[in-house]
T-cell receptor, first 110, second 114 residues
């Protein structure tokens, strides 16, 4: 699993509240990614990072922001959670071509 | 835009039979094609990958084939076992922004009946 942890693993929150998900890696990989997984959609890229303080948008970035202040940590923030953001969120890191995934965070927005 | 289509969405086989999952991709510049297995409640795990300079790759009971001209690639699992039951995702690389990224298929739920 390339030493990837995600926290929290489960979270229930209410519409309109801010939420931050954390991804931590121990592999010193330069590239990190946030995906969401929904039935019928597979894995869709939200944001990614190509270095400390270097981030870019993916295909479903609206309503999400990210930050990377050090190599090992990549944070995903939902500024004001909506029910459409109920999903399972996966972090991944990339070594060479290969992406390695964390265990996921199940987020429910009521 | 870039797209990966995956079929079938569900597949049920008897233990010992073979299973085949097929994917097509849209970006002719894609050059890396990984396959992931996801068990219930876990993150996807890489099981095999292939690069565009190779037509076939095998790893024990798993093989992947790539047809660049037709832009499709397939996962073959032989002598299936109950522990092969999982969701399988294909993906294709594409370059956009600062790095190569992956576009994923929508997944295939494989059920191996004992």
């Amino acid at each position: 699993d390339a030493g990837i942890t995600q926290s929290p693993r489960h979270k229930v929150t209410e519409t309109g509240t801010p939420v931050t998900l954390r991804c931590h890696q121990t592999e010193n990989h330069r590239y990190m990614y946030w995906y969401r997984q929904d039935p019928g959609h597979g894995l869709r890229l939200i944001h990614y990072s190509y270095g400390v303080k270097d981030t870019d948008k993916g295909e479903v970035s609206d309503g999400y922001s990210v930050s990377r202040s050090k190599t090992e940590d990549f944070l995903l923030t939902l500024e004001s959670a909506t029910s459409s953001q109920t999903s399972v969120y996966f972090c991944a890191t990339q070594g060479a071509d290969t992406q390695y995934f964390g265990p996921g965070t199940r987020l429910t927005v009521l | 835009g870039e797209n990966v289509e995956q079929h079938p969405s569900t597949l049920s086989v008897q233990e010992g039979d073979s299973a085949v999952i097929k994917c097509t991709y849209s970006d002719s510049a894609s050059n890396y094609f990984p396959w992931y297995k996801q068990e219930l409640g876990k993150g996807p795990q890489l099981i095999i990958d292939i690069r565009s300079n190779v037509g076939e790759k095998k790893d024990q009971r798993i093989a992947v084939t790539l047809n660049k001209t037709a832009k499709h690639f397939s996962l073959h699992i032989t002598e299936t076992q109950p522990e092969d039951s999982a969701v399988y995702f294909c993906a294709a690389s594409f370059y956009g922004g600062a790095t190569n990224k992956l576009i994923f298929g929508t997944g295939t739920l494989l059920a191996v009946q004992p």
